[in-house]
């Protein structure tokens, strides 16, 4: 199994709700990450976690949770976002001594 | 700082070669990877190189690096219109660093 599966695929949400996205894998990796990509941009590194833990966070505003609850998942909570957030969502996955890095196929998150 | 180039457009008729082509500016970079976004997906690892390395092939998939130069190439033999696609350079300072540096993004249509 070489996949990282996020769901949902696409959300659409309102500036007052608050989501989920979620991010699962079954590799044994315990580095994860949340990279978030605007049309026509590469991705932009929001958050990584190394066994469990939170050990980078690029400066990402309060109104993005991540939670990574064990070693195959992470979650990344959404509260009060703003119509600039919406982007693509990637999660990714790699070894703890390897940047070889698998992602998956992203949610596309529209906020209205 | 940390910074790779890219050319945003190229475009090939089906069974030609491809060469997509990145600079970075990083010279304690170790490893280089080459990553391919179909549209609206994420993103798929092809292949990557290590900085000790000049060449690595794989399949249709050759990669030159000039480490002197800083200069990373993607060739893409008998081009597919499958092939066409986003692809992302990117670099890391290696174990140890999860920040991977994307370039742009070179967009490959293949004309049948």
């Known amino acids: 199994d070489t996949e990282v599966t996020q769901t949902p695929k696409h959300l659409v949400m309102g500036m007052t709700n608050k989501k989920s996205l979620k991010c699962e894998q079954h590799?044994?990796?315990?580095?994860m990450y949340w990279y978030k990509q605007k049309a026509k941009k590469p991705p932009e590194l929001m958050f990584v976690?190394?066994?469990?833990?939170?050990?980078i966070n690029e400066s990402v505003p309060s109104r993005f949770s991540p939670e990574c609850p064990n070693s195959s998942l992470l979650n990344l909570h959404l509260h009060a976002l703003q119509p600039e957030d919406s982007a693509l969502y990637l999660c990714?996955?790699?070894?703890?001594?390897?940047?070889?890095?698998?992602f998956g196929q992203g949610t596309r998150l529209t906020v209205v | 700082g940390e910074d790779v180039e890219q050319s945003l457009f190229l475009s090939v008729r089906e069974g030609d070669s491809s060469v997509i082509n990145c600079t970075y500016t990083?010279?304690?970079?170790?490893?280089l990877y080459w990553y391919k976004q179909e549209p609206g997906a994420g993103l798929q690892l092809l292949t990557y190189?290590?900085?000790?390395?000049d060449m690595k092939q794989d399949q249709r998939l050759t990669v030159l690096l000039n480490k002197k130069d800083k200069h990373l190439s993607l060739r893409i033999a008998d081009t597919q219109t499958g092939d066409s696609a986003i692809y992302f350079c990117?670099?890391?300072?290696?174990?140890?660093?999860?920040?991977?540096?994307f370039g742009k993004g070179t967009k490959l249509s293949v004309i049948p």
């Open positions: 990714a996955s790699s070894r703890q001594d390897s940047t070889e890095a698998f």
């Open positions: 590799m044994g990796h315990r580095a």
């Open positions: 976690y190394s066994y469990e833990k939170l050990s």
């Open positions: 990083d010279s304690s970079s170790t490893y």
């Open positions: 190189i290590f900085s000790n390395m």
């Open positions: 990117a670099e890391t300072a290696g174990a140890g660093s999860y920040q991977l540096t």
